[in-house]
């Protein structure tokens, strides 16, 4: 038996990495909105080689102050979580992020 801690990751079924890690990223609250960033629509891409991952996000802004907190927490959550040993995050505004890119709930939650 390996002494490595067991992956979270090697316990679901393969292909389905990147989904469980989207769902994972629901701990990634916007300070400034009280809302995670996948029902906010701020992650665009999410892969998964082996033990790393590549993450491909926006702000909802680009004067948005808190780009550098929103990954470090993408991070924090997937490593800390045992999901991979390096994450790499890359902010992006192309395209620009719209309300639009929330979801139905998120979006009927502040009245729209």
Not at 5 to 23: F, K, N
Not at 62 to 71: I, N
Request: proline fraction near 5%; aromatic fraction near 6%.
């Amino acid at each position: 038996m390996s002494r490595d801690l067991l992956s979270v990751a090697r316990l679901v079924g393969p292909g389905t990495e990147a989904a469980q890690l989207r769902d994972a990223l629901r701990d990634v609250i916007d300070p400034e909105l009280g809302v995670d960033i996948i029902n906010l629509g701020l992650v665009y891409g999410l892969e998964v080689d082996g033990r790393e991952a590549s993450v491909l996000m926006t702000t909802t802004t680009p004067a948005c102050p808190l780009g550098e907190y929103l990954t470090d927490e993408v991070r924090r959550v997937l490593v800390t979580g045992g999901w991979v040993d390096r994450v790499e995050v890359v902010i992006t505004h192309v395209p620009a992020w719209t309300p639009d890119l929330m979801s139905v709930e998120t979006k009927r939650a502040f009245g729209w």
